[in-house]
DNA sequence: CCTGGTTTCTACAACGTTGTAGTCAACGTT
DNA sequence: AACGTTGACTACAACGTTGTAGAAACCAGG
């Protein structure tokens, strides 16, 4: 039923090295030979047997992506770039779901050494610099924040200066209280604090000033959190006229909450996210957000973990920034702005 | 800095077979030894290589599972319910995007013929029976529609009787003009045919009849379409009092152009899913839905590949049913049913 | 002290592939 | 005619692991 080499070799009356020659496309193989040994390998239909190359080579043509959870849209979106993007250079991509707890972040980040995949795409929501030491050099590249004297290389968008400038965007529509919805205070926080940083020094510039009060926390950024933060600040009398939610989710959820309390968006309350995801699009009101260019980051990351497997691994490691957008919509807009 | 057995084995002054033997819980070992071992491991990061391993076994422990689109939140989640129910049975999962074209989803189908995986869990929107001849014995279960005659396990749904009970959901709160969104005309649209068939059948057992002009097709299940099939229902002049669409994001592309054109849900329009997914829990209204058990059908398919993997391949192919539960929401019932 | 069984360990071969080194013929050059 | 060069191919070993077969040491029962 399955077929190897030898079973090819012994039909086309050649070595088995010569079959394997013709299945690497080596150059010198008379044409009447070549043809042969093609015939045969149709015949029987047969395929390589990836573990044995991969013994022989010390490649699998595995690599993985390491994300928080799938169903989180920006993460599906942001993987089906990635494996569109491998794909194109000839690699499979594993997935991984790590959850975002630190620990099972550690156990992906040391199952790398494994032999199974050749390299990593990493979206880390809780490992620190520490977790990444003893790696056995498996090329690595890491999406997101910066791991603070990282080992590896990584692929960011500029999260300070994004959520300066959508909170820039609220304040120049004339809101003065600006709420904020996402922050966290574990070290697993990395994004949170900068987009908290990016959202309190552009309110400081505008002269409004920081207060604490308007600042809603979220565990996690699921719509349930973000629908539970904003009803936390709509009852803590901070009453804000605007929200800046540190993800589409946290921010479609508050959408949900405003609107059961007869709020109106953005009248009342403008509402703004970030991701940049496709469900933002059709929502009701349609979300303002800050789009990263995913397919950018998908393709970086694939590349520079590339260069990294075929290339020089002691190389220092490099960053690259990957644009984003501000994409305003109804929720910070109206429906006609 | 990567080890082998060998490394391990003159460290502990054993010999290879020895180590092979703690590293695989063999039991006649003596405490002593298999003590040395462990310390050996450990001290030198020892990971067993698979490629080498699944070579040797004819095994890899990685199963595939393809669907047509990752960021299509439906095969997100059930995603996500594969890969935690194939972890806790070892398994690593690998997963593959067809983008749901026949030629793709062939190719994909014949592609596991080449060792890198043990089995395949497959959501097929194309493929049909003759497309599956020959495999060559890799296990394989298919989600989703029944291929007719197929050769392979299967996990379904009544598609059709869920249909019905959905619309019968709309027929019992008293409306009369049911409009369906999602139609197709393609081979590949099983579902559609599928949905449209318990739809049709709920219509006229209540005496409703069945109206073309009141069923708009949909090439592809994208919040666009959706929202494109509820433009072109409303501008027709056929005034439907509710749609059935035959996905969620179907739906919400309509909630949206019902928004847009400033009709109610459900006060004008009465609008409902299937499929289940998050964002209808949180969309404005909140969505009726036929929600399938996606970590049933999670389940169930990787215990059915892990059956066909282990066991008896020749076996001949078995059908399993997950339950869905009808989840009535604002987008029916209005805000306080 | 011998017998037969169990425990503990080892040597060797094999999984299917590819890199290395090599053979042999055909060719063009002196 | 002797030479090196190239083309076309092959034999062999090796990648790291585990199954098989078996050796050596130990034990219990007579």
């Known amino acids: 039923m399955r077929h190897r080499l030898k079973d090819v070799a012994e039909r086309a009356g050649v070595s088995v090295k010569t079959v394997s020659n013709v299945v690497n496309g080596y150059a010198h193989v008379r044409p009447d030979t070549r043809a042969r040994v093609e015939e045969a390998i149709t015949a029987l239909n047969y395929r390589p047997n ?25 993460f599906a979106e942001l993987a089906r770039h990635v494996v569109s993007a491998a794909a194109e250079l000839g690699w499979t991509v594993l997935i991984d779901q790590t959850g975002g707890g630190r620990e099972q972040e550690r ?8 032999h199974l995949i050749d390299g990593l795409i990493f979206s880390p929501l809780a490992l620190t610099a520490d977790d990444l030491v003893n790696l056995d050099g498996t090329p690595m590249v890491l999406l997101g924040e910066r791991v603070d004297r990282g080992p590896a290389d990584h692929v960011v968008i500029d999260n300070v200066a994004a959520a300066r400038e959508i909170t820039n965007h609220l304040v120049g529509l004339g809101r003065r209280r600006i709420a904020a919805i996402g922050s966290q205070r574990t070290p697993e926080g990395a994004s949170a604090r900068l987009r908290l940083d990016g959202y309190r020094s552009a309110l400081v510039e505008a002269g409004l000033g920081y207060d604490e009060a308007l600042v809603a926390p979220a565990p996690v950024w699921h719509r349930a959190d973000g629908a539970a933060a904003m009803r936390h600040l709509l009852s803590s ?29 953005p009248e009342d309350v403008a509402v703004a996210g970030f991701d940049g995801i496709e469900d933002g699009r059709f929502s ?15 393709r970086l990351a694939v590349e520079l973990l590339a260069n990294r497997i075929d290339g020089d691994r002691s190389a220092s490691p490099r960053e690259l920034a990957a644009p984003y957008r501000l994409e305003p919509r109804e929720s910070t807009q109206g429906r006609h702005p």
Chains 1, 2 share one sequence.
Request: glycine share 8%; charged share 20%; proline share 6%.
């Open 50 to 74: 990836l573990s044995a190359r991969n013994l022989r080579k010390g490649r699998t043509g595995v690599i993985a992506l390491a994300v928080p959870e799938l169903d989180i849209p920006y």
């Open 284 to 298: 009701v009101p349609t979300l303002t957000t800050i789009a990263p260019d995913k397919e950018r980051i998908a």
């Open 237 to 265: 009398g901070v009453r804000p006229d605007a929200v800046f939610c540190f993800n589409d989710t946290l921010a479609l959820g508050a959408l949900r909450a405003l609107h059961e309390t007869g709020l109106r968006v």
């Open 107 to 114: 156990v992906v980040a040391s199952g790398i050494t494994d």
